[in-house]
């Protein structure tokens, strides 16, 4: 009952993760194509009354007309719209799914035991939850003082941007080192997604406050303030792509079970980034074909990077013959049924993952083309947790 329960809330908590992440990621790039779409106004009375830019759109069957005031407008409204719930409930249904999915189970989910580092291989399932938080905890910390320090008056934003991206290739490396490829991927992204929403919570929003509460006191507001809100946005607006990949990441093991994961990782996160600049520039009037095809570039190179070779496991080199049913049944049994049966031994399941379940040999045959896939790609056992030897996976390769 307690694993179908944490099934169910985990089903709840997903649909919600993905509404919130719709709705802020899609105000959150409506905002920026409208800050960079803005034109100076052709009327001399918005001009005279602080307007900076305009935009006239149409849509729905209707037309709209925005205005960026530059100064204090004279007079703000009571039910001024604000933006940052949907930023909030995003991280935190996310931090709640990472919980349920990740550190209810850390030793299968997030411990190494392949790393190269003993220490990492050997921690125990407290320990790794703890490094988890500290990794989240310490990639903002480490990306603020970045900003802080780098371009605290917002006129080096180019140097910023060199070192946050030299930031996240060490971060990509790391996460592989230390966890498991799934949760390597996904911690990254949330290291990303952190910063994202703590821009939000931390700069963002008081910076607008504090603007919004010298407006109505007849003050000019701080222009710090709306630099670096606007600073932390377009921050923002460059993680998306590739937090949003690195979260789906999950559900194919050739990115992450790869030797090579971080770089293929890393390429991921640069292609997203320059794909949206390509927009970001498309919305300023400014039609740049050169980042999306280096974009597009890093993705084929990633797909390169990826790919298996000829000579790894699962290419059944050396094999003596084809195996028999009974060696099949033995590996199945050994590393596959403690999940995938009726009735699941592991504690992290209530039913069998996918439906999928292994209690004759007519249900394995059944199966027989997908376990050879994912039993070569690595991707089962989840984090190799029965240990699966590459000679194994061979005569899993070799069965006809």
Request: proline share 5%.
């Amino acid at each position: 009952m307690q694993a179908y329960l944490i099934d169910f809330v985990n089903l709840l908590l997903r649909w919600l993760h993905v509404i919130a992440a719709i709705a802020w990621i899609g105000e959150s790039i409506y905002f920026v194509m409208l800050d960079n779409s803005l034109r100076a106004p052709k009327a001399s009375e918005d001009r005279e009354k602080g307007v900076f830019g305009e935009m006239w759109s149409v849509h729905g069957g209707g037309f709209y007309h925005n205005q960026k005031y530059a100064t204090a407008p004279a007079k703000l409204p009571n039910d001024l719209h604000w933006s940052f719930w949907k930023a909030y409930t995003t991280w935190l249904s996310g931090f709640a799914l990472f919980v349920i999915l990740y550190m209810v189970n850390p030793g299968f989910y997030l411990v190494n035991p392949n790393s190269p580092w003993e220490w990492a291989a050997n921690m125990t399932g407290w320990q790794a939850n703890v490094l988890a938080l500290a990794f989240l905890l310490g990639g903002w910390v480490v990306y603020n003082e970045l900003c802080k320090r780098i371009s605290p008056n917002m006129d080096r934003d180019g140097l910023l941007s060199v070192a946050v991206a030299v930031m996240m290739v060490v971060v990509a490396y790391l996460s592989t080192q230390m966890f498991t490829g799934r949760a390597a991927f996904l911690l990254t992204g949330a290291v990303m997604a952190t910063a994202m929403s703590a821009n939000v919570f931390f700069w963002i929003i008081p910076g607008q406050r504090r603007m919004v509460k010298a407006m109505k006191a007849g003050d000019a507001p701080n222009p710090l303030d709306g630099k670096r809100g606007k600073q932390r946005s377009v921050h923002n607006t460059y993680f998306t792509l590739p937090v949003v990949l690195l979260m789906v990441s999950n559900h194919y093991s050739f990115i992450y079970s790869h030797e090579l994961a971080w770089v293929v990782m890393v390429l991921f996160i640069f292609a997203g980034a320059l794909i949206r600049q390509f927009f970001v520039l498309m919305h300023a009037g400014k039609t740049q074909p050169a980042y999306p095809a280096f974009g597009v570039g890093l993705i084929l190179l990633a797909f390169w990077v990826a790919a298996p070779s000829a000579s790894s496991p699962g290419s059944n080199e050396g094999a003596e013959g084809p195996p028999d049913q009974a060696q099949i049944t033995g590996l199945i049994e050994q590393h596959c049924v403690q999940c995938h049966a009726r009735n699941p031994e592991h504690a992290g399941f209530s039913a069998p993952p996918a439906g999928i379940g292994f209690n004759s040999w007519d249900e394995i045959l059944g199966q027989k083309t997908q376990i050879q896939q994912v039993v070569a790609s690595r991707y089962m056992p989840l984090g190799n947790m029965t240990n699966m030897s590459d000679e194994e996976r061979d005569i899993i390769a070799a069965w006809e």
